[in-house]
């Protein structure tokens, strides 16, 4: 039976509505009675003591917040009674004594995936196609529509098809029609053979970075092109270059020298100031990248242990449930890879604000913790010295569906982590290589976090939101898993998973995080593709390191 609230920890001072409450109805909750002084809408929390100005509010039995005018007990809290306030942290003051989940059922489980030559095990099998300069984006976008289109990867073209019957309509002259016009969707793709079998399909990258941004910009432009390039979901890759840019090719073949000493994939590189002509230059790049397809072809799939499962940790578009249903059920699943042997990366440093000390104190060596304390301040000093700070990080949305302030979505974002200790420390661009769970500094925003998730190495993106986003990614399934089943139905074609089972109490965390990882190795073996996929939702977006929440 779905109970009427939740506390999450004993030392909170609040409680959440799993449901829309009424002013005036009385709460009874573990021997105690509230009676409410306003209307808490679900998602939302209320006071379970009078609060003075200045008295701190405690959610996940951390800091969240502060008041700024005194707050009844009883009554909910919005911006207007409380500001963004979180707790201190130093130095590496514990050790943390964690004990593998029991993975027995596990360990014999695999995945069909595609083995790499360095050891890295692909959940797709990607040609791809990246600017190293926006100069370059046109040529990328003529490239793209030859291949798509003759290879057989093009979506369907369901919405020309809907402007070209408008357009019959409008020449016979039924206006009538056309207001009345209520297309159905078809689902079904264009039934002309793909090419190339084995080939999951060829990915063109699309960005407006490259040049006139300062030289660290332009550098980790390469390192992050340099992790797709050595990714697992990666064949090999045609490179556009122009040559006068700041991002140099020189750059991108020693970022990729650090991923891969051995450089054992085909790179391609076509620089249109050194070519004849542009035509020449773009009728040599698909010449030599059809034959970079051929051979990418002759890679098939074959069974992979769970260990070689690097997984992405994302929220985006949360709500108040976030952190109490998608969120720890995706802790669980970080806490069965990592068990397991393979890795997970936890990443949004922002959304990491108030909860520091305890992923300092879970660092499996001090020199990790170092480094994970440099980074968040040295980025909240960039966030400050632009007039902005991690407190600017929630969005309207998220606000509205009750995460009033930045320590109370970082606390709940947090989740996604699980209990496992932080193996790893990664700046951005960097790429994992350490099992269990990596902390990676990226921003918040979801298509720039996601993006360099998968440039870290994840070969699955899990993607848990309240709200609904379509975020996918070029190169990685991203599973979209909802906090809530009324998203879950409202959205049902961007979403992969519905969690909300946990709010009704029909599901446990641990019962939803197992069927989550069931329906990874569905997906990571090409059996099932994602919604975004489907969608060719292919989002890339490099983080140009200003300031971005």
């Not at 109970?3 to 999450?8: I, N, P």
């Not at 942290?89 to 695999?110: A, N």
């Not at 952190?323 to 069965?336: K, R």
């Not at 980025?379 to 009750?402: C, E, L, W």
Request: one cysteine or more; hydrophobic letters at 35%.
């Amino acid at each position: 039976m779905q109970s009427t609230v939740l506390k999450l920890h004993p030392n909170d001072n609040v409680l959440i509505a799993l449901r829309d409450l009424h002013q005036g109805e009385t709460i009874d909750f573990s021997q105690h009675s509230f009676s409410l002084t306003t209307d808490v809408p679900a998602k939302h929390k209320f006071a379970t003591e009078d609060l003075s100005t200045g008295a701190v509010v405690r959610m996940y039995g951390v800091i969240v917040g502060k008041a700024t005018q005194s707050i009844q007990k009883g009554a909910v809290l919005n911006t207007r009674n409380l500001r963004h306030d979180a707790m201190p942290f130093g130095e590496k003051s514990t050790e943390h004594h964690w004990t593998p989940l029991d993975v027995t059922h596990w360990r014999s489980r695999t995945f069909l995936g595609y083995h790499r030559s360095d050891g890295q095990v692909g959940t797709r099998n990607y040609w791809l196609v990246v600017p190293l300069v926006f100069c370059e984006n046109r040529n990328i976008e003529v490239l793209k529509q030859a291949f798509e289109e003759e290879l057989g990867f093009a979506q369907p073209k369901i919405y020309r098809q809907q402007v070209a019957e408008l357009v019959r309509l409008y020449q016979e002259g039924k206006l009538d029609e056309i207001a009345q016009q209520q297309p159905e969707l078809d689902s079904r793709k264009d039934a002309r053979p793909e090419i190339f079998k084995n080939v999951d399909g060829i990915k063109f990258l699309i960005h407006q970075s490259g040049c006139g941004g300062t030289r660290e910009d332009g550098n980790n432009l390469c390192g992050l092109i340099a992790g797709y390039l050595h990714h697992p979901n990666v064949a090999g890759a045609t490179v556009l270059s122009l040559g006068c840019q700041n991002s140099q090719v020189s750059i991108l073949r020693e970022q990729v020298a650090r991923r891969d000493p051995n450089s054992s994939k085909p790179l391609l590189v076509f620089e249109q100031q050194k070519s004849g002509s542009e035509f020449h230059m773009l009728s040599e790049a698909i010449r030599e990248t059809f034959l970079g397809l051929a051979d990418a072809d002759k890679n098939t799939r074959a069974p992979a242990p769970l260990s070689k499962l690097c997984i992405g940790l994302k929220c985006g578009g949360s709500d108040g449930f976030s952190g109490i249903s998608a969120n720890p059920a995706v802790g669980h699943v970080s806490d069965l890879i990592a068990s397991l042997g393979g890795r997970t990366i936890l990443s949004e440093f922002p959304e990491l604000c108030g909860v520091e000390q305890s992923l300092i104190d879970r660092c499996a060596q001090k020199e990790i913790a170092d480094r994970f304390i440099h980074l968040m301040r040295d980025y909240a000093a960039r966030a400050k010295a632009a007039r902005s700070g991690f407190d600017m990080n929630p969005s309207p949305g998220n606000i509205k569906d009750g995460l009033v302030t930045d320590a109370m979505k970082s606390a709940g974002a947090a989740r996604k982590g699980g209990t496992s200790p932080v193996t790893a420390v990664l700046d951005y661009p960097e790429y994992s290589s350490e099992p269990g769970l990596n902390l990676q500094c990226t921003p918040g925003n979801d298509v720039e976090c996601v993006t360099a998730q998968v440039g870290a190495g994840a070969n699955v993106v899990l993607f848990t939101t309240g709200l609904g986003t379509p975020t996918g990614n070029p190169v990685a399934p991203v599973v979209k898993i909802s906090t809530n089943s009324d998203l879950a139905r409202r959205m049902h074609d961007i979403i992969d998973i519905d969690t909300g089972p946990i709010i009704s109490g029909e599901k446990t965390i641990e019962q939803m995080g197992e069927s989550i990882l069931e329906s990874i190795i569905h997906v990571a073996s090409g059996e099932v593709r994602t919604k975004a996929e489907s969608l060719g939702q292919d989002d890339f977006i490099p983080w140009k390191r200003g300031v971005s929440l």
